[in-house]
């Protein structure tokens, strides 16, 4: 896998996983503490990356992973579930990055 990251491919994979419309933000100005973080209602999800935390295109995918299982869960409980989901949705989204490659 390659280091540089593609945004637009890593928005139509989350596009496709979550069948929202995702926007993805990238930001220095987030508190330290917080790697991610999403908001979502209906038909959008906004996915927050703070990129003083996330270097690295496995480091983004994990991030992005984490957020979208609160998506697809409709939950933002940090559930035995929602650690599930994100295992799945991690390995699911490098698969379908590298495939595009």
Not at 6 to 32: C, E, F, H
Not at 79 to 86: A, F, P, R, V
């Amino acid at each position: 896998m390659q280091n540089k990251i593609k945004w637009g491919r890593l928005k139509r994979i989350a596009q496709k996983i979550s069948g929202k419309n995702v926007d993805i933000y990238g930001s220095t100005r987030m508190s330290p503490e917080i790697r991610s973080a999403v908001e979502f209602n209906g038909g959008r999800a906004d996915i927050g990356i703070n990129l003083k935390q996330v270097k690295n295109v496995q480091e983004v995918i994990e991030a992005l992973a984490h957020e979208l299982a609160h998506v697809v869960l409709g939950d933002s409980a940090h559930t035995e579930e929602h650690k599930k989901k994100w295992r799945e949705l991690t390995d699911k989204i490098k698969v379908k990055y590298e495939e595009e490659e």
